[in-house]
């Protein structure tokens, strides 16, 4: 999580990482702003819109997550820890 939406503070990169991933983008009014599917050992993934929150998920997600759409972070309960 970055302080404020940016594009460069919110680009990630995949080296050392083994897998793909979902990347999936969050400005601060909880709207997606890009939504990608990223490689392993690449260097970087600068998001098109500026970005406060960056979500990696499995490749199996990537479906289900479109531009605009709106997230709501909730804190987990104990139990779930």
Known sequence: ???RDSRLEAAIHM??????L????????GRIVDVR??????????P?????????L???WID????G???IFEEAGKDFL
């Open 1 to 3: 999580m970055q302080d």
């Open 15 to 20: 080296l050392g990482v083994w897998f793909d």
């Open 22 to 29: 979902t990347a999936i983008w969050i400005n601060t009014e």
């Open 37 to 46: 599917l990223v490689r392993s050992w690449r260097p970087i993934y600068v």
């Open 48 to 56: 098109k819109h500026p970005a406060r929150y960056v979500l990696e």
């Open 58 to 60: 499995s490749t199996d």
């Open 64 to 67: 289900d997550f479109r531009i």
């Open 69 to 71: 759409d709106e997230v």
